[in-house]
């Protein structure tokens, strides 16, 4: 079993969501988050004054998958995610030692 967490921009949640969905990968936990990566944020302008925005907003994506989908899944990410603009994101693969399904006791993949 492998983890999967995504940061990605709050704007392709709702497209990601339905990407996942669409593959069969219905169970995740969406995360409303703030980061920045190598650009170090943004400068942007109102009402003729710069400012500077340090943390980005970001959703986190998080989901246990079986390790034989974790490639399925990452691809799909990347395509209903990226936009080709700086700042589409990060994913992370783990690996998943132990996993329980609180109603049943059910374990491991059976509690996926």
């Not at 669409?22 to 995360?31: H, S, Y």
């Amino acid at each position: 079993m492998k983890k999967v967490e995504a940061i990605i921009r709050p704007e392709k949640m709702q497209e990601v969501k339905a990407a996942l969905d669409k593959i069969g990968c219905v169970g995740m936990t969406l995360t409303e988050v703030k980061g920045r990566g190598k650009q170090g944020g943004i400068t942007q302008q109102w009402r003729g004054r710069q400012y500077h925005i340090d943390l980005i907003p970001k959703i986190k994506i998080e989901l246990v998958v079986k390790a034989k989908f974790v490639d399925k899944v990452v691809e799909t990410i990347i395509e209903s995610a990226r936009t080709g603009k700086t700042g589409d994101g990060k994913i992370f693969i783990s690996p998943v030692e132990k996993v329980y399904r609180v109603r049943t006791g059910d374990s491991d993949e059976d509690a996926i």
